[in-house]
């Protein structure tokens, strides 16, 4: 698919060349469009928000509709408070078309390399593009990540990876073991205990903070703003008698409150688990809080306590890498974990005209820092060009 602008910018100058057709990518070129700059989508699926297409059919934002709007463009008030995986597709379209964007589809950039002033993209089918900045926007949850566990390779049972899960009705009557207890985790195993699995069990290592998504009418999401600039200290102080407010004690069934604080948590990259159900499928015995899986025998899974099960199914919610190595990882501009060194409009010092968006988690809310981040770019790019 490519959508062209009924009138783009006429220009001198090369393109700004974004890679990446979501919410980050999307935000930004309508931005850089509403400055008079050209920027060319590059996306290597078929259509825009591919990421959100293959999520899980239960999935909702974490965060209100009316912030998590992208700029110049409401998202509707009849998708609800807490927009739908579907809606957010449908509202991803409409912002393409609403801001006239260039998107290019099922083309793949692979790697990204500076040529004097300007930058140069190879991409699949022998393409070589040059433009005069490049916005990466590939996104955060990117390749999903299985843990090394000994034997997996030679694991008989059924294991798979969150990316692929999308309902219960596979699952029906069926021992489920999910790994991982971030929000991805915590909602399938909600969604199978109440989809009719025989017996869900959830792998915990790392106990999470568990909040709700709303209090008295009050969502976290606007707690998150409010406290993001504080110091870790005090918010871990005040997530702490706030917890003991809001957030259920669940220690007798195996998830006691985590030993270290909301903000020191969040800085390392783990946002609070939002409670969409798992709380109640805990209390109420459906869901089984069981340890850390080490490794995998057969068709047996070992525990970190030295017990063994035997779940038909294993699906395991262990997260993505950003995997942006083989994109950029040449220019130096990766930390040791592979995430960018700068965001927003801050470019590397060794890479000017090279941008990052959407490669953080912040407790405020993904999209609305997406929103604010493409401003920053798209104001830092068009100054550069006056």
Known sequence: M??????PPSQAVHPVYVIGGGPGGLAVAATLRARGVRAVVLEKSDAVGA????HYDRLRLHTTRRLSALPGLKIPR???RWVARADVVRYLEAYAEEHELEIVTGVEVFRVERDGTDWVLHATGGRRMVGSAVVVATGYNHTPRLPAWPGRGTYEGELRHAREYRNPVPYEGKDVLVVGVGNTGAEIAADL???GAARVRLAVR????IVRRTTLGWPAQRSGILVRRLPVGLVDLLGRGLARFASPDLSAHGLPRPDTGLATRTRAGAVPVQ???LVAAVRSGKVEVVAAVEALDGREVVLADGSRITPDA????TGYDRALEPLVGH???LDAAGRPLTRGSRCPRTAPGLYFIGFTNPISGMLRELARDAEKIARRIAKGRR
């Open 51 to 54: 990421s959100w297409r293959g």
């Open 331 to 333: 220019l130096g501009v």
């Open 2 to 7: 490519v959508t062209t602008p009924q009138a």
């Open 78 to 80: 009849s998708y609800g």
């Open 275 to 277: 409670d969409v159900g």
């Open 193 to 195: 205990a109440e989809g």
């Open 206 to 209: 790392t106990v999470p903070h």
């Open 314 to 317: 294993v699906i395991a919610a």
